[in-house]
């Protein structure tokens, strides 16, 4: 028997084709076994322990119902995983802790093949979190108190204290500080030698009950032979249940002095501050630019001339806030046979209106593409030579702080990536080596993951000795046995800022007779689905600080706006989009479409998409949708697949879905994690991925089913946080606003609202184009 492996998701079919044996005759279908001679079903586990061999066995079921056993020749082994092996006897090697997809194929005498169900091998590796460089294992012990990721960890005065308990992999010396409010308590164990592989609690010595409230901290430092110093640290809040006031939350409420106080998990996971999302980190009125050219309505295509405006303006010196000026088109409507390109910052192009009788862009001619791009494709540079681990052993969704090995070369104001790893383990800890293939199909279509890191872009605000305090929390938690965290300094020089686009109307050419029945949501009745057309109004590619607010699109295939990979502090507000011509599946109809980090998407109106509001995979947050709506949905707003992480959907009504999507799109897996709804309404589904937590907060509208578990895959899966089911929390009635007001004051609130601008219009423009004519 042949076999073949490889890390290779879908290998291709062994390039030797060998007779097909004689027994094979009259066989309709395949199956394994193992080595008791068991039938294995279809996405069966076989359990291995690294190093451990198994057996596998070949057998046929005739057409009549006989069992036959098969012989060796002219049968294929697949291996999708480098976690196993298997010999052509049918001897499977465990080699590494992980999953591996395993099946069988055999050429039919008559032709065509024959193929075994997928049998899922996971293999254990008893030592794997016993490696010196993982430090030491911490956990916790409390009797009552609720210790599991994503769940408020509370005390009541009087009630006993936690212990830690920890082994360390390397010899340490240990000690806990208790700290309260985030100042030390005054309360800490002595320093004591622990030995490496030696289990040991540590108490806080003469203090047993929880005593003022408050939240409370219990930091645990390590100190190596070495040297060198880690940090753990476990947490909870004392609190009594009268604290918590009426129809609010339990982990995010108003406390009696008016502040919002968020509550904890054990490990200090918890609803992130989102108020950094937008425009220059939130709260800050988007500016009025100054007209300094004018382009008028003219038959033909304007593309060139509008480029030859914001050339122009493009060469203006900057001011000070680095703004040079913005392009009026005047009302009317403008051809548009090509792509607008925005490349140096302080540019702004402007309309005269949104409205059918406002500044129309038509976007024409029969070609896919993007109607208007901003800033180049280039995105942060690291720094050689800037890189330190994180010491810490975990780092908190949510936290802000956090401690490297040495922080002589940061300072204040650096610009840095704080990088969280994510390993091969880690997936495998989530599941996501083991997404089972779409069903009815060969598999081909389906991937499983590799690992990736999530780069939280920040700005560095403090550096205390060996701790780093960034201006925006990091939205998934670090930790050390899944890969650690690092951080890096970086230049963005090509990274543009201070550019917009505002108030005015596109739409898009296409053939009306392009039509279809055919959609991924199982409808059938006829729409409009030409392709050949411009996609996306708007693309923000590598800009920081920009803007799109009132506009309009029509008859899109892709998108209004598109918040590139490497664009920051963009806030997208009082914009429509609507009737959009694409055929009804996969990559189309994402009217607003998030991948970088730190957006802020407002009062949006969305109709006929697929995913009104979405995020894309590994977007690194956070990211928020503030007071917006879609209607005639073809599909949810969400985070898309694999692990987009840190988004709000706050005062949204839309069928949303935060889920593991498992084989869907190309292996979608679990799509978003520390997401939170507060106060939506419509449809939602919202599960609980492994090692993270997603929050439903004051939701009004049906739960719906998750697409897993099923039938085909019943593997369990859990449910988000989920509290106030079927009335919204009375306070705060906005956690954006709230948090925003807590860090700014209300005049970063009165912000958001919608201002005046562009009223002085043309009267002091430098550049008029009817023709586009410089006045130098």
């Known amino acids: 028997m042949q076999h073949r492996e490889g890390k290779e998701e879908q290998p291709e079919s062994s390039p030797i084709q060998l007779p097909a044996p004689p027994e094979l005759a009259g066989v309709e279908a395949i199956y394994l076994t193992d080595g008791q001679g068991r039938e294995l079903p279809a996405n069966a586990s076989m359990e291995m322990t690294l190093g451990d061999a198994g057996f596998l066995q070949m057998r046929g079921r005739l057409t009549g119902g006989e069992e036959v056993t098969l012989d060796p020749g002219g049968v294929v082994f697949v291996i999708c995983s480098d976690a196993v092996c298997i010999s052509k006897d049918g001897q499977v090697l465990a080699l590494r802790a992980g999953a591996a997809r395993l099946y069988a194929e055999a050429e039919k005498p008559e032709g065509g093949k024959l193929r075994t169900p997928d049998l899922w091998i996971i293999v254990q590796d008893p030592g794997e979190f016993r490696k010196p460089w993982l430090i030491c294992h911490t956990s916790l012990e409390h009797p009552v108190m609720d210790m ?34 985030g100042t030390p308590a005054g309360i800490n164990t002595i320093p004591c030698s622990v030995p490496s592989m030696e289990r040991r609690k540590l108490q806080l010595p003469g203090h047993t009950r929880a005593g003022e409230k408050g939240a409370y901290e219990l930091r645990l430092t390590l100190t190596t032979e070495a040297g060198q110093t880690y940090n753990d640290s476990y947490y909870f809040t004392v609190m009594d249940e009268e604290d918590m006031p009426p129809g609010q939350s339990r982990i995010a409420f108003m406390n009696q002095q008016g502040k919002l106080r968020c509550v904890p998990d054990y490990r200090g996971n918890r609803i992130l501050d989102f108020s950094g999302a937008g425009y220059r980190g939130g709260g800050v009125q988007l500016p009025d630019v100054q007209t300094m050219a004018v382009v008028e309505p003219a038959p033909g295509d304007a593309t060139a001339r509008i480029q030859a405006a914001i050339d122009a303006v493009s060469q203006l010196p900057a001011d000070a806030m680095g703004l040079r000026g913005a392009v009026l088109l005047r009302k009317g409507f403008y051809d548009i046979a090509g792509t607008l390109l925005v490349h140096t910052g302080g540019v702004v192009l402007r309309g005269e209106g949104s409205h059918a009788e406002g500044t129309v862009l038509r976007a024409t001619g029969a070609v896919r593409r993007n109607v208007l791009e901003i800033g180049s494709g280039a995105g942060p540079a690291i720094l050689p030579g800037t890189e330190q681990d994180i010491t810490d052993l975990y780092v908190p969704c949510g936290a802000r702080t956090f401690r490297v090995a040495d922080a ?5 104001g650096d610009t840095v990536l704080v990088r969280r790893v994510g390993n091969e383990r880690w997936l495998h800890e989530i599941g996501m080596d083991a997404i089972y293939m779409r069903p009815g199909t060969d598999g081909s279509s389906t991937r499983q993951w590799e690992p990736f890191d999530l780069d939280f872009d920040r700005v560095i605000t403090a550096v205390n000795g060996c701790i780093i305090t960034v201006d925006v929390p990091i939205a998934n938690a670090i930790e050390r046995k899944w890969g650690g965290g690092r951080l890096y300094k970086y230049t963005d020089g090509e990274r543009i800022e201070q550019a917009g686009v505002e108030n005015m109307r596109v739409v898009s050419d296409y053939d009306p007779a392009v039509l279809s029945t055919v959609m991924d949501n199982g409808r059938t009745y006829p729409y409009y689905a030409d392709e050949e057309h411009a996609e996306r109004f708007v693309v923000f590619n590598s800009v920081k600080n920009g803007w799109a607010r009132d506009l309009a699109g029509f008859h899109l295939s892709y998108a209004l706006v598109q918040l590139g990979r490497f664009s920051k502090w963009i806030t997208v507000q009082d914009c429509f989009v609507s009737d959009m011509v694409s055929i009804v599946t996969g990559g189309r109809r994402y009217s607003i479409y998030v991948q970088g980090q730190q957006h802020l998407i407002q009062r949006i109106y969305a109709e006929t998409a697929r995913h009104a509001f979405i995020y894309d995979s590994a977007v690194a947050g956070p990211n928020v949708v503030l007071e917006s709506e879609s209607f005639r949905d073809y599909n949810t707003s969400e985070p898309h697949h694999r692990w987009s992480v840190g988004g709000l959907f706050d005062h949204v009504k839309a069928p949303v879905s935060i889920r593991d999507r498992g084989w869907l799109g190309s292996g979608h897996g679990w799509s978003g994690a520390n997401y939170v709804n507060w106060n939506t309404e419509g449809k939602l589904t919202s599960q609980q991925p492994p090692t993270a937590q997603n929050y439903v907060i004051g939701h009004v509208g049906p739960k719906v089913p ?18 106030n089911h079927g009335q919204h929390v009375a306070a705060p009635a906005s956690l954006y606003k709230q948090q925003l007001e807590e860090r700014l004051g209300p005049e970063a609130v009165a912000n958001l609202a919608k201002c005046p601008y562009g009223e002085a219009a043309a009267a002091g423009a ?11």
């Open 148 to 181: 599991d990721i994503g769940q408020p960890a509370v005390l009541a005065p009087g009630d006993s204290l936690p212990n830690i308990v920890i082994e360390p992999l390397v010899n340490i010396m240990a000690s806990v500080t208790l700290l309260w409010e």
């Open 408 to 412: 002589s070369q940061y300072k204040a």
């Open 706 to 723: 998750p697409l897993l578990p099923n039938a085909y895959d019943p593997r369990p899966r859990r449910d988000a946080y989920w509290e």
């Open 766 to 776: 430098s550049i008029v184009s009817g023709d586009c004519h410089h006045p130098c």
